[in-house]
């Protein structure tokens, strides 16, 4: 099964901060509360300016896709930082950072460096979260290579000594 009650639970092992994966994860997942936070002036009361970039960049009603884009960035950044579903979230991430280089590219043509509007920040935190991505989906293979099928359910077996 791709996907299992275990990659709902939060474990402690997600917060190691001696394991770099968690580290590069959770900060992968905290920086988009800002990012989401950003959108809206108020509970709820939309940016003008962020609602006039979603317009620019082709996205109609604009208002809808910045209620959608928060969205995605609260869940994305819940499950990241938390490390549950760590292999959909890495990639919703990717996705959502390449809609944000896509964009930036059709309102602001060719820019690279952040400080000018360019998309030096979303392509560092797509090519991290394709990290994190990689990793939880060789984790997860690697978990299910261990594991045998008894009475319909995953028993994980442990290497012979």
């Known amino acids: 099964m791709i996907i299992s009650p275990d990659d709902f639970r939060i474990k402690a092992d ?11 994860r959770i900060a ?3 920086f988009y509360f ?4 950003s959108k809206f002036i108020g509970l709820g009361v939309l940016n003008p300016p962020i609602v006039k970039f979603f317009a620019a960049a ?12 928060a969205a995605a960035e609260i869940s994305i950044g819940i499950a990241l930082t938390l490390g ?3 292999r959909f979230a890495a990639l919703g991430s ?8 896509y964009s930036l590219q059709v309102v602001k043509g060719f820019g690279w460096t952040w400080n000018t509007g360019g998309y030096e920040y979303p ?7 394709l ?4 990793h939880a989906w060789k984790t997860w293979a690697s978990a299910r290579k261990h594991a045998v099928e008894v009475g319909g359910r995953a028993v994980r077996m442990a290497p012979a000594e």
């Open 34 to 37: 800002p990012h989401a936070a």
């Open 58 to 69: 082709g996205m109609s009603p604009p208002e809808a896709w910045v209620y959608l884009a």
């Open 84 to 86: 549950i579903c760590t």
């Open 28 to 30: 992968c997942g905290a």
């Open 14 to 24: 997600n917060f190691d901060p001696t394991k770099m994966e968690n580290i590069v």
């Open 123 to 129: 392509v560092f935190w797509g090519i991290c979260s």
């Open 131 to 134: 990290g994190v991505a990689v």
């Open 94 to 101: 990717v996705a959502l950072m390449a809609v944000a280089v």
